[in-house]
């Protein structure tokens, strides 16, 4: 059985984490060009580049809504049980994530990205009573897990 996608949408890391891994692999290349000359350096510099690129794109978490199932991450529940959906703006994004959040909720969330998503969990066998998520186009998610 096939399913198609109605939407996917990439959660990348912020600026952060990729500045802090090249800042790091320049210092490492610098310090091995002094000290070996020569090309090293250089190699060093693309060898942490390489590194840079594939911990990014491993650590960002997709969000994809199919014809059967909704994806945050690694998790994946089906459709059927999917319960009410709310978007929240960046400050009922900052209240559901501190005081007002359940011990056992699924939370994917980005400090860039400050609106969410609230999906209920009707499983009885889900731990997790809702999955909030980041998303740039809550709207989106929404029509897409509605359709």
Known sequence: ????????????????????????????????DRAYHGQVGLI??????????????????????????????????????????????????AHALGGGAHGSALTVTRAAIKRSIVVEISDDNDPHPYWQFSTRKPEAVQSALQS
């Open 1 to 32: 059985m096939s399913s198609d996608i109605i939407y996917r949408e990439r959660l990348w890391p912020g600026l952060g984490f990729p500045s802090f891994l090249l800042f790091m692999g320049a210092s490492l290349a610098i310090a091995y």
């Open 44 to 93: 060093t510099m693309l060898i942490s580049v390489a590194v840079t690129v594939l911990a990014t794109w491993k650590i960002s978490q997709v969000i994809e809504v199919t014809t059967e199932e909704l994806r945050v991450g690694k998790a994946h529940i089906h459709r059927r049980h999917i319960g009410k959906i709310a978007i929240l703006d960046a400050k009922q994004t």
